[in-house]
């Protein structure tokens, strides 16, 4: 008995009561955040797959609207958000062998890249407002008479990319509050959890953009033009 | 450090990390590239193989499943499982709607 209260008198952020050992926590802690994961690969997946219905249904009028994005800046902020995963990751790294310096500098580079995604995505959507590719009622797209199913392509492309940006939002939000906590020293090599799991986060929103990009600007491009 | 050995936690080097960063980009300028080219209906299983490639190298190296536990392992895994059945399911009744007739029509 007298050990039990020693053992809860001593209980850390990296060793909570209801664990018998830090790594059983870490790996309760990634299972968890796998968990919420998949829920979010389940509710993106949805709208995956209405865009492939759709795009089978209407193929001729998607082919062209999808034509109609920029596909050079669209593979430009695939490498922006790609070099974000890279320097998240070195960020997690950082956190694992303690080095708290490099931990903020590389917290810091993601969350530029975060606002450099986010920007180049809302130079495009600006574009879309004025080339009167947004759906409504000044919708027009040049070269076909389905003004309606061309409208269809980009109420999905502005779901799915609007709620992709949303998630970056989230983790941009998640990388200042991580920035300050490690400013203030909070993440050692023991517990670092809100590192990791923020990183697994980001690299899961990575993964999304990794199908999105192809799908929405690339896959129909040859159909066209 | 001595007392911290008891978690085998497995870090990657810089390196390692480095290589992948830059086959994720190599990958990336393939993909815009192929998508120039008339490929006709395997310029999306091109553009989708290339995709999983990306998508397995985040997840394997960046997301540390290569590292994390079997019951891990097999939760990523049934994300796979759940997304395909949602897919398959979906498309199966969507594609084959109007092959049989409709009862008392």
Known sequence: MADQAQAHAVETLALREQFDTAAQQRDAVTLGMWVFLITEVMFFGGMFLAYTIYRDIYFQVFALASSSLNAVIGAVNTAVLLCSSFTMVLAVRAAQIGHRRALVIFLILTLILGFAFLGVKAFEWNQKFQEHHVPGPTFHLDGTAEQGHAQLFFSLYFAMTGLHALHMVVGCGLLTWLLFQSLKGKFTPEYMTPVDISGLYWHFVDIVWIFLFPLLYLIDRHLGR | ?105
């Open chain 2, 1 to 105: 450090m001595a007392d911290h050995t008891e978690h085998t936690e497995h870090i990657d080097s810089i390196q390692t990390y480095g290589a992948v960063w830059i086959l994720l980009l190599i990958l990336t300028a393939v993909t815009t590239a192929v998508a120039f080219i008339d490929l006709g209906a395997f310029s999306v299983v091109v553009a989708l193989c290339i995709a999983v490639i990306k998508m397995l190298l985040v997840a394997l190296f960046f997301m540390h499943v290569r590292y994390s536990t079997r019951l891990t392992k097999l939760v990523v895994s049934g994300a796979v499982l759940w997304l395909a059945i949602l897919i398959t399911f979906t498309l199966a009744d969507v594609w084959t709607r109007g092959l049989i007739g409709t009862p008392g029509r």
